[in-house]
């Protein structure tokens, strides 16, 4: 394995693979701080530049920018409060408010580290975890599926900032979101009041480019006097803390990481999935969770290794069995095709050389987006100097621009600019953001799960032992954070009470 | 840093987690109960392998919605105007220690919201509206120029100059990026002048 190893690395660092590596890199952190622009995308737009390539330079081209996008993604989270990448939506949660402390610079340092840590994490377990995988991932049918998708909803508490009644009633609002669309079954076409551009149904990126960004962007125009943005001097030592606190942290490190790559490698669940579990679990964890949404360096970690790790471990099923574990790797499965390779046992055989290629361009691909990260991270934490108001035509286009790149067509802006009101008026009012948007990323894994179960086993599914323990898991969480959540608002009310009272 | 923090502020940070109930709130969860509804009656006349799983999520909704209403009606009944609405912390206040625990981003964007005057929604609701409306029927590229000049200018407050080579920057980035580098369609507007 070693000596295949070092074969794989001499490989990559061939000229040609090298250089396309690069120019992957480029590609991918130009299309990381561009919101709404997805690696998958870009890897679509980039497969016909491979045609004719060997395959390690293409893929050197085609994961190196993947990888660099997933990184730099985190950037614009933590700057403009408008993910660049859907699976960096989670870094807007406490990345920006740090921004806003005036913190910029250490919240891009710690995504850097983490994300740097988790890249490395998810490529160790795609090497540990390729000979093993196949019994495990074959025996993981629908039913496991549907109830992984049920504990992911157990972590809505978590991420409701105490108010966990509306964080389920947004959830829920989030599966109703989920289910506009055509029916996958039979076709009928769901909650699309006779519009065709809603046949696709409402992806993530307008809702998570309006919820958040857009929302916050209203904030910046309406503040006449940049109340809102407290910019503070971008401290130059501030990186370096980042990088501390990410150490300092290993343990959380290595846990999202884990758990983002551990969601990776089941097909279908998706990364925008593992970011929401991974931060829950952050946050559950955490001895400050009260900080959490409200500037957590904990909660920039968890999300910045997330980011990453995912990738390894998604990379898992899709070379062993051809099965991709996200939207991305199955762009990148239809790359495996055009270059004449063939997705399974083979990949292990005879092209491992070029499986294990692919270890060493996402180890390089991150440590070379380390090094563009920290040279270009001082010149970024600059631009949060800016009167907010100047941002504004900025930022509008990127919104727009965000929300179009998903269907190429103005009824996503149309869709973004909906989830404008219902983000402010969310705030207004503190109804929390998350969960809908967990809501409707578990939706569409949920219904498919459940479907693919029903029509396989009938009813009888739900006995199965390992959906009961799964579901069981899930419902004590569920169950423990809904009595915690009771008890402390009723000694709340008392305390306010009696608070009112003695005055 | 929680050390520094005084009783009021910790009182705040409590209320924060408290059942306060606005009229807002009620109104919120109305029309959610009232979505979840229709949504449930139209999905009760789809065939049955279309239908359960919209019926389940739209069930769960009404429940939950109906459940938060209960609520609402009890702590009112029970604590009234004893339960009072979170203090608006002041957002004009730039001294304040970003470590302090009692800085509350969600509180303070709510409070945010909640200050802003008639006068300054209309306006930055025209630009809003103005920048979409221009974007669908004029396009990208020109909506990129005329907008970025007029709000820098007239609502940033920015000299002509900057006004200027900002907007011929941000346009040509965009162009080369966009048009150039990665060959993606942006709008072109009803009138076609990005196309």
């Known amino acids: ?503 | 840093m929680t050390d520094r923090t005084t009783p009021e502020d910790d009182l705040r940070r409590d209320q924060t987690d408290a059942p306060i109930i606005e009229k807002g709130d009620i109104v919120i969860a109305c029309v959610l109960v009232v979505a979840f509804a229709a949504a449930f009656v139209t999905a009760w006349q789809w065939e049955a392998i279309a239908s359960y799983f919209p019926l389940m999520a739209t069930g769960l909704g009404i429940v939950l919605c109906s459940i938060f209403l209960a609520r609402c009606v009890v702590v009112l009944r029970k604590h009234g105007a004893s339960v009072p609405p979170n203090p608006a912390p002041d957002v004009t206040q730039d001294s304040r220690d970003p470590d302090d625990a009692s800085f509350d981003q969600a509180d303070s964007d709510r409070a945010f919201f909640a200050s802003v005057g008639v006068t300054d929604w209309a306006i930055s609701l025209a630009y809003f509206v103005a920048f979409f409306v221009s974007l669908y029927v004029l396009g990208l590229y020109p909506t990129s120029i005329i907008f970025t000049v007029v709000y820098l200018r007239f609502q940033a407050r920015t000299s002509w100059t900057l006004s200027v080579i900002y907007t011929a920057v941000l346009t040509a980035a965009l162009y080369a990026l966009f048009e150039i580098a990665l060959k993606l369609p942006v709008p072109s507007g009803l009138i076609g002048l990005s196309s």
């Open chain 1, 1 to 503: 394995m070693l000596e295949q190893l070092g074969g794989a690395l001499q490989q990559v660092v061939a000229p040609e693979s090298l250089l396309m590596l690069l120019l992957g890199v480029a590609i991918g952190f130009v299309v990381g701080i561009l919101p709404g622009l997805g690696g998958a995308v870009t890897i679509a737009l980039l497969i016909p530049v491979t045609f004719g390539m060997d395959p390690v330079p293409a893929f050197a081209l085609l994961l190196g920018m993947y990888v660099v996008a997933a990184i730099a993604g985190d950037f614009t989270s933590v700057l403009f409060g408008i993910p660049g990448e859907p699976s960096a939506a989670a870094m807007v949660f406490d990345g920006f408010p740090l921004n806003k402390k005036g913190q910029a610079g250490r919240a891009l340092g710690a995504a850097l580290a983490s994300s740097a840590i988790g890249a490395l994490f998810g490529v160790a377990v795609l090497t540990a975890l390729i000979p093993v995988m196949r019994p495990l991932v074959l025996n993981i049918g629908p039913p496991e599926l549907f109830a992984a998708g049920v504990l992911g909803l157990a972590f809505i508490a978590s991420l409701s900032g105490g108010n966990v009644f509306k964080g389920a009633i947004m959830a829920t609002f989030g599966l109703l979101l989920a289910l506009v669309g055509l029916d996958p079954n039979t076709g009928v076409p769901r909650y699309t009041f006779g519009s065709l551009e809603l046949w696709e149904g409402i992806g993530i990126v307008p809702v998570v480019v309006g919820l958040l960004g857009g929302a916050e962007l209203l904030q910046i125009m309406l503040d006449k006097d940049n109340r809102t943005r407290h910019l503070g001097k971008p401290e130059l030592g501030g990186i370096r803390t980042g990088v501390l606190d990410t150490l300092r942290h290993w343990f959380l490190v290595l846990r999202a990481s884990a758990i983002a790559a551990g969601i990776g490698i089941v097909p279908g669940l998706g990364g925008s999935m593992a970011q929401f579990i991974a931060y829950g679990h952050a946050k559950q964890t955490s001895k400050t969770p009260e900080q959490f949404g409200r500037g957590s360096i904990e909660g920039v970690i968890a999300a910045g290794a997330t980011s990453t790790a995912k990738d390894g471990g998604a990379l898992v099923p899709t070379i062993a069995f051809g099965v991709p574990g996200s939207a991305s790797m199955a762009v990148l499965l239809g790359a495996f095709v055009i270059l004449g390779l063939d997705p399974g046992p083979a990949m292990l055989t005879s092209d491992l050389d070029i499986t294990l290629s692919m270890v060493w361009i996402i180890v390089l691909a991150t440590f070379a987006a380390v090094a563009l990260g920290y040279v270009m991270l001082r010149p970024l934490t600059h631009l949060t100097r800016v009167t907010g108001r100047v941002l504004v035509p900025f930022l509008l286009l990127l919104l727009s621009l965000g929300a179009y790149s998903q269907s190429n067509s103005f009824a996503t802006v149309v869709v973004m600019l909906v989830f404008v009101v219902i983000g402010v008026i969310a705030i207004r009012w503190n109804w929390p953001r998350v969960p809908l948007l967990l809501g409707l990323v578990l939706g569409e894994v949920l219904e498919r799960y459940f479907s693919l179960s029903r029509s396989i086993y009938g009813w009888s599914w739900l006995a199965k032992p390992s959906v009961i323990v799964i579901i069981g898991i899930a419902a004590v969480l569920i169950g423990a954070q809904i009595l915690r959540a009771v008890r402390k608002s009723r000694s709340t009310v008392e305390t306010n009470v009696e608070v009112r009272a003695g005055a």
